[in-house]
């Protein structure tokens, strides 16, 4: 032990004497931050976390192979080494020594650029700081260790720039230190798995950005501790005293042997892709973590109120401040910029009535592929300016995963709230779909679609199964059907049974209903809204005085009954929507077009009736009875392509009389408020999520006004709508 303190003391004070030594482990890396800080406006927001990570990956992949590995082999080729031989002593005081005066060294550096990121850019002092230190001190330890085994391995010093090139210069241009893993292909970004400084600087990304602990990254922290551990080991096997003892070539292949760790990581993550996918949502939270000023804006709050003009401050993510009037300028904020003069922001819209798992039109293909479809509608309706939808009986499992990738950031797209499985029953409403699939089948799906209770405790049972699968609400089918086509109908006292659980579950209810009758039974089992409401008959003013009291949301879904004419018409209007056109996949609206304009087309709903005009009139009454309104489109049904359809729906209603503030409102703040999210989206207001919808002019005037879509954002990122399809 005498030895080990006595080479470390000895080495500390060596190189603090060594100005190259002091130069590269200290001002170097501080002309990297200040590069990259200025460059990369750290500043603004989160950026600040990626400039450290990346200054301070850099500086450690330095230390490692320049100032471990060549610095052996230059005292080696200097014969300082040989020195050593004479003494007492074994290798491995030598390279231990090497390895913590290393460490020692470069630790204050960690202390330095935070310091100088905090004090400097803002950026706060990370919250898992004992995880940071201890994951970086395991960094510097593996890649001391692969320069030790470098110097162990080559036989001068020309051979050692050579072999730590090979191994620096990958590890820096793919482990994100550089340039974002997140820009690369996927096949690259795959190959960048195999390498340890991706998984370190992963690690230390997830420490830093997404405040994760030591133990949420024990996979590259074990991997780094025993690279180090073995690469020290076997450096002291391999240990030379004297530039004239060879070893053969052969031996270089110890340098693979201690990347074997990282070989086993590589191929899991080839398999997985879940640091490909972690990558993706590290990024997303830097994008989202940008400053912005939106200036000089019609400013719709979601709650009625307008200011004429006023402008927004964002900060990582969220609304910082609103200003009414003049606003100070972006520069003196630290934010960029977004000139909104003559333009209207809103609160993103949200449609509450959705089917992902149905495209909306009728394809010529012969297979349909679920999941991509799905993700492709939710990027659909980001796209369109509609930021958060509402999922109503879509295959759960599928869902939730969908819904999962949104909100981590890996796939961008509409944030997505779930009903989970539709409640029916038997013969009720909703297992039409399913009547010609062998039953073996048929049960795997109704078990991700339906619940089909036939007891009131059954019932209950059913909402705590969906609740504990993490849905965020419960949808009930209440309805009979209509002349022509009939559906046993729920009993109440179940219907009953599925609410008061559901409200004891803290799950809001809404009832899909056909007629007065339904909407009557719903409200008497205290449901939170009603999904389509009536569009076979005028809902008696009673009734609609019982929605306004109870405060229970109503959603007239206007689109789908216009729709649904249209198709009996053999009509294809709502195919050529320029937001559809922009959205839709061209062969799916080419082939729906043709099926639409078919016999088979025209005869679907040859029975409906003018449902469109009954359901225009219910709506209006409801809207002067007091209700609260909501807006859903039932995108997924015949000619409702996901995306756009909340636009047109908008559009119905201030042709139906309803004034355009109001439908705003019910597309924003109330469409919260059913969701149970109002507390974070729907209005424009300090500490709320920073996704909007700014448009060119005036929806308040012209309701069109919300398809000429110039900005999208999502919890603060500026999404590039012509990226979000091409999304892999």
């Given at each position: 032990m005498a030895a080990y303190i006595a080479l470390i003391r000895t080495s500390l004070r060596l190189t603090m004497r060594d100005r190259t030594v002091l130069f590269f482990n200290y001002l170097f890396p501080l002309v990297f931050f200040f590069v990259f800080a200025q460059v990369m406006h750290a500043e603004q927001g989160g950026i600040i976390n990626q400039v450290v990570n990346m200054v301070l990956t850099i500086s450690v992949l330095g230390s490692g192979f320049f100032g471990a590995g060549m610095r052996a082999v230059s005292d080696r080729e200097q014969n300082i080494l040989r020195r050593f031989k004479v003494a007492p002593i074994s290798p491995m005081p030598i390279l231990v020594s090497t390895m913590i005066t290393g460490i020692i060294h470069y630790l204050p550096v960690l202390f330095i650029v935070l310091a100088l990121s905090h004090f400097i850019y803002g950026m706060p002092v990370p919250p898992q700081w004992p995880s940071l230190v201890v994951f970086l001190t395991a960094g510097v330890f593996a890649f001391r260790a692969l320069g030790l085994i470098v110097a162990a391995t080559v036989n001068s010093m020309q051979e050692s720039g050579l072999v730590t090139q090979l191994l620096y210069l990958p590890m820096l241009f793919l482990s994100g230190a550089t340039f974002p893993i997140s820009i690369m292909p996927v096949w690259l970004q795959t190959v960048a798995q195999f390498l340890?400084?991706?998984?370190?600087?992963?690690?230390?990304?997830?420490?830093?950005?997404?405040?994760?602990s030591l133990l949420q990254n024990l996979q590259p922290f074990f991997a780094l501790a025993l690279c180090g551990a073995v690469g020290l080991f076997i450096a002291s096997k391999l240990f030379r005293w004297e530039k004239g003892e060879k070893v053969r070539p052969a031996a270089k292949a110890w340098v693979l042997g201690v990347m074997a760790p990282f070989l086993i990581l590589g191929v899991y993550q080839a398999y997985t892709k879940q640091n490909v996918a972690k990558n993706k949502g590290l990024e997303r939270q830097i994008m989202r973590s940008r400053s912005?000023?939106?200036?000089n804006a019609r400013i719709f709050v979601g709650d009625g109120q307008v200011i004429e003009n006023g402008s927004v401050l964002i900060r990582n993510g969220h609304i910082e401040q609103v200003f009414a009037g003049a606003a100070p300028d972006g520069k003196s904020l630290k934010a960029d910029e977004i000139e909104a003069a003559g333009k209207t922001l809103l609160p993103g819209l949200i449609d509450v009535h959705i089917h992902?798992?149905?495209?909306?039109?009728?394809?010529?293909?012969?297979?349909?592929?679920?999941?991509?479809?799905?993700?492709?509608?939710?990027?659909?309706?980001?796209?369109?300016?509609?930021?958060a939808v509402k999922s109503v009986g879509d295959p759960l499992d599928t869902a939730l995963k969908h819904r999962a990738l949104v909100a981590s950031g890996v796939r961008s797209g509409a944030e997505l709230f779930l009903t989970g499985p539709m409640f029916t029953i038997e013969g009720g409403h909703g297992t039409e779909y399913f009547k010609g699939i062998p039953e073996q089948i048929r049960k795997q799906i109704y078990a991700q679609v339906l619940r089909l209770p036939k007891?009131?405790?059954?019932?209950?049972?059913?909402?705590?199964?969906?609740?504990?699968?993490?849905?965020?609400?419960?949808?009930?089918?209440?309805e009979g059907g209509w002349p022509g086509t009939l559906f046993e109908r729920m009993d109440v006292s179940i219907l009953r049974a599925v609410a008061v659980e559901a409200r004891a579950q803290k799950l809001p209810i809404v009832v899909h209903t056909g007629d007065s009758r339904d909407i009557a039974d719903a409200l008497r089992a205290g449901v939170d809204?009603?999904?389509?409401?009536?569009?076979?008959?005028?809902?008696?003013?009673?009734?609609?005085?019982?929605l306004k009291r109870s405060g229970t949301a109503y959603?007239?879904?206007?689109?789908?009954l216009e729709a649904i004419g249209d198709l009996r018409n053999g009509k294809t209007d709502l195919l050529n929507r320029s937001l559809v056109q922009q959205i839709g996949p061209s062969d799916l609206l080419e082939s729906t077009k043709k099926f639409v304009q078919s016999d088979a087309g025209k005869g679907m709903f040859k029975g409906a009736g003018n449902l469109l005009a009954v359901g225009t009139d219910n709506l209006r009454r409801a809207w002067q009875a007091g209700a609260m309104l909501v807006t859903g489109t039932d995108s997924g049904n015949p000619l409702l392509i996901h995306?756009?359809?909340?636009?047109?729906?908008?559009?119905?209603?201030?042709?139906?009389?309803?004034?355009?503030?109001?439908?705003?409102?019910?597309?924003?703040?109330?469409?919260?408020?059913?969701?149970?999210?109002d507390s974070r989206i729907g209005l424009i207001r300090k500490g709320y999520e920073a996704t909007l919808l700014l448009v060119d002019g005036n929806p308040l005037e012209d309701i069109s006004a919300t398809e000429r879509i110039s900005v999208v954002l999502f919890k603060g990122e500026h999404i590039s709508r012509s990226e979000l399809f091409k999304q892999e």
């Amino acid at each position: 032990m005498a030895a080990y303190i006595a080479l470390i003391r000895t080495s500390l004070r060596l190189t603090m004497r060594d100005r190259t030594v002091l130069f590269f482990n200290y001002l170097f890396p501080l002309v990297f931050f200040f590069v990259f800080a200025q460059v990369m406006h750290a500043e603004q927001g989160g950026i600040i976390n990626q400039v450290v990570n990346m200054v301070l990956t850099i500086s450690v992949l330095g230390s490692g192979f320049f100032g471990a590995g060549m610095r052996a082999v230059s005292d080696r080729e200097q014969n300082i080494l040989r020195r050593f031989k004479v003494a007492p002593i074994s290798p491995m005081p030598i390279l231990v020594s090497t390895m913590i005066t290393g460490i020692i060294h470069y630790l204050p550096v960690l202390f330095i650029v935070l310091a100088l990121s905090h004090f400097i850019y803002g950026m706060p002092v990370p919250p898992q700081w004992p995880s940071l230190v201890v994951f970086l001190t395991a960094g510097v330890f593996a890649f001391r260790a692969l320069g030790l085994i470098v110097a162990a391995t080559v036989n001068s010093m020309q051979e050692s720039g050579l072999v730590t090139q090979l191994l620096y210069l990958p590890m820096l241009f793919l482990s994100g230190a550089t340039f974002p893993i997140s820009i690369m292909p996927v096949w690259l970004q795959t190959v960048a798995q195999f390498l340890p400084a991706t998984h370190y600087f992963t690690g230390m990304q997830s420490i830093l950005g997404a405040r994760e602990s030591l133990l949420q990254n024990l996979q590259p922290f074990f991997a780094l501790a025993l690279c180090g551990a073995v690469g020290l080991f076997i450096a002291s096997k391999l240990f030379r005293w004297e530039k004239g003892e060879k070893v053969r070539p052969a031996a270089k292949a110890w340098v693979l042997g201690v990347m074997a760790p990282f070989l086993i990581l590589g191929v899991y993550q080839a398999y997985t892709k879940q640091n490909v996918a972690k990558n993706k949502g590290l990024e997303r939270q830097i994008m989202r973590s940008r400053s912005l000023l939106i200036r000089n804006a019609r400013i719709f709050v979601g709650d009625g109120q307008v200011i004429e003009n006023g402008s927004v401050l964002i900060r990582n993510g969220h609304i910082e401040q609103v200003f009414a009037g003049a606003a100070p300028d972006g520069k003196s904020l630290k934010a960029d910029e977004i000139e909104a003069a003559g333009k209207t922001l809103l609160p993103g819209l949200i449609d509450v009535h959705i089917h992902l798992a149905s495209s909306g039109g009728f394809s010529e293909k012969q297979t349909y592929n679920q999941p991509a479809a799905m993700s492709r509608a939710l990027a659909a309706y980001l796209f369109s300016g509609v930021t958060a939808v509402k999922s109503v009986g879509d295959p759960l499992d599928t869902a939730l995963k969908h819904r999962a990738l949104v909100a981590s950031g890996v796939r961008s797209g509409a944030e997505l709230f779930l009903t989970g499985p539709m409640f029916t029953i038997e013969g009720g409403h909703g297992t039409e779909y399913f009547k010609g699939i062998p039953e073996q089948i048929r049960k795997q799906i109704y078990a991700q679609v339906l619940r089909l209770p036939k007891t009131p405790e059954e019932a209950r049972r059913d909402v705590d199964e969906v609740k504990a699968k993490g849905v965020d609400g419960i949808k009930a089918i209440l309805e009979g059907g209509w002349p022509g086509t009939l559906f046993e109908r729920m009993d109440v006292s179940i219907l009953r049974a599925v609410a008061v659980e559901a409200r004891a579950q803290k799950l809001p209810i809404v009832v899909h209903t056909g007629d007065s009758r339904d909407i009557a039974d719903a409200l008497r089992a205290g449901v939170d809204g009603i999904e389509h409401g009536s569009a076979r008959d005028v809902i008696p003013a009673e009734i609609l005085a019982e929605l306004k009291r109870s405060g229970t949301a109503y959603d007239p879904t206007l689109a789908v009954l216009e729709a649904i004419g249209d198709l009996r018409n053999g009509k294809t209007d709502l195919l050529n929507r320029s937001l559809v056109q922009q959205i839709g996949p061209s062969d799916l609206l080419e082939s729906t077009k043709k099926f639409v304009q078919s016999d088979a087309g025209k005869g679907m709903f040859k029975g409906a009736g003018n449902l469109l005009a009954v359901g225009t009139d219910n709506l209006r009454r409801a809207w002067q009875a007091g209700a609260m309104l909501v807006t859903g489109t039932d995108s997924g049904n015949p000619l409702l392509i996901h995306g756009s359809a909340l636009h047109r729906e908008l559009q119905l209603w201030v042709k139906a009389g309803i004034p355009p503030a109001i439908a705003l409102q019910a597309a924003t703040y109330n469409a919260a408020r059913l969701l149970r999210a109002d507390s974070r989206i729907g209005l424009i207001r300090k500490g709320y999520e920073a996704t909007l919808l700014l448009v060119d002019g005036n929806p308040l005037e012209d309701i069109s006004a919300t398809e000429r879509i110039s900005v999208v954002l999502f919890k603060g990122e500026h999404i590039s709508r012509s990226e979000l399809f091409k999304q892999e």
